[in-house]
Structures are given as structure tokens and as C-alpha cells.
Antibody, heavy 120, light 114 residues
Framework: QITLKESGPTLVRPTQTLTLTCTFSGFSLSTDRVAVGWIRQPPGKALEWLALIYWDDDKRYSPSLKSRLTITKDTSKNQVVFTMTHMDPVDTATYYC????????????WGQGTLVTVSS | QPVLLQPPSSSASPGESARLTCTLPRGFSVTGYNVYWYQQKPGSPPKYLLYYFSDSDKGRGSGVPSRFSGSKDTSLNTGILLISGLQSEDEADYYCQIWTNIVLFGGGTRLTVL
């Protein structure tokens, strides 16, 4: 059974850097074609994809946010770390990490998500 | 601004069918993409439902009822999620997604089961 859980601060000040950790079980990020992604969802709004990291350390980022994002993995700890710089109140959202399947390009399952509020 | 266009809302009665659409922008031909669909209920993360490429290349997620199916309307450059025999528990937000070296999501459709 695959599970993922996001952890990190619930409140971030404007201009600060957000760092979130996704801790997972039930799969290994050293297995070929496996990937973990980050997606966010502002309150009452749509999903927005942010970043993806593959088993081979290949990384993809949302073009509109690329300059602010970093994604890394620690295979030995079964963790993926996501950072977003220069946080703004519009970045207030629930941040999800999700397992991207080997056999396709969908996310299944997702973590429960963590709500991050950006406010002074 | 979501790249994939979904109507913000849709409604249908129990027992009826709901047809949710996901229109790809110019430059992205739906014939060349798998279209993935997710269901999200309030307070929960999205749940993967299914993908559709063609009638011979499609699949549903684990435990997803056969009432959920996918198709395409190539004339409209649209992916379609069809939910037949609507039940009250199908009331949710539905998102489409494609992969084009990056992930693109639609803006979501809120389905109300009247």
C-alpha cells in the first residue's frame, strides 16, 4: 500500500521560503519510471501542478513558477523536499505530494495535503 | 489560468448520466494525449479515476466503478468523462489532466447531483 504525507509549516511570512517534506512508503524512488509530484490548490480553487522528480533525478517544474521552485529527493529516507521562495499571500494553498505511477503519467495516490497560509 | 478548459459546473439527477468535458487548447490535439480524470470531494485529496486514449487504450483506477468511463470528441478537441447511473455520492469536483513533458490540469467542474 502506497502512502504519502506532507509536513512543514502551516504559516509562512511574506518573502520567506517555504520548505515542505513528503514522506512516503510503499514504493521506492530508486525504481525506474517512478516519480513524485507536488500540486497545490488555493482555497476554493483549482489544482495547480508545481514540480515533479523522477527516480533518475530528472526534474520538471511549472514554467510559470520555475524560478522559485526546487525539488529534491532523499531515496534513503523515502522523502522528497520541495521549496518555494519569495512566498506571497497568493501562494496560500493546500500543498499535496503525489505518487506518479510507473505505467503512466497520472498521480495515484495523493497525500492528504497540508494547508500553508502566507500572512504577516 | 488553467490550460485545459472545463465548464465550472454541471448538474444532473440521480440515475441520469453526466458528461463532463475537458477541452485542450490550440496546439494540443486531443488525439495525441492520454486524458486523465480525478474526483475530489470536499476536504479530501483528489482521487484518480481513469485515463482514456482510445477505445483500445484506456483504464480505470483501482476500485473505480464501471459507471465511470472516458471518451474523446476529436471534432471539439475534447476529452470526456461520462458518469452513468448517477448517485448522490458522485457529487464532487472533477479535474482533467494531460502530460506534455509537464503536467497540465483543467480548472475543474463541480458536479451537482440534484
Amino acid at each position: 500500500q502506497i502512502t504519502l504525507k506532507e509536513s512543514g509549516p502551516t504559516l509562512v511570512r511574506p518573502t520567506q521560503t517555504l520548505t515542505l517534506t513528503c514522506t512516503f512508503s510503499g514504493f521506492s524512488l530508486s525504481t525506474d519510471r517512478v516519480a513524485v509530484g507536488w500540486i497545490r490548490q488555493p482555497p476554493g480553487k483549482a489544482l495547480e501542478w508545481l514540480a515533479l522528480i523522477y527516480w533518475d533525478d530528472d526534474k520538471r517544474y511549472s514554467p510559470s513558477l520555475k524560478s522559485r521552485l526546487t525539488i529534491t529527493k532523499d531515496t534513503s529516507k523515502n522523502q522528497v523536499v520541495f521549496t518555494m521562495t519569495h512566498m506571497d499571500p497568493v501562494d496560500t494553498a493546500t500543498y499535496y505530494c503525489a505518487h506518479r505511477v510507473r505505467s503512466g503519467a497520472w498521480f495515484d495516490p495523493w497525500g492528504q495535503g497540508t494547508l500553508v497560509t502566507v500572512s504577516s | 489560468q488553467p490550460v485545459l478548459l472545463q465548464p465550472p459546473s454541471s448538474s444532473a439527477s440521480p440515475g441520469e448520466s453526466a458528461r463532463l468535458t475537458c477541452t485542450l487548447p490550440r496546439g494540443f490535439s486531443v488525439t495525441g494525449y492520454n486524458v486523465y480524470w480525478y474526483q475530489q470531494k470536499p476536504g479530501s485529496p483528489p482521487k484518480y479515476l481513469l485515463y482514456y486514449f482510445s477505445d483500445s487504450d484506456k483504464g480505470r483506477g483501482s476500485g473505480v466503478p464501471s459507471r465511470f468511463s472516458g471518451s474523446k470528441d476529436t471534432s471539439l478537441n475534447t476529452g470526456i468523462l461520462l458518469i452513468s447511473g448517477l448517485q448522490s455520492e458522485d457529487e464532487a469536483d472533477y479535474y482533467c489532466q494531460i502530460w506534455t513533458n509537464i503536467v497540465l490540469f483543467g480548472g475543474g467542474t463541480r458536479l451537482t447531483v440534484l
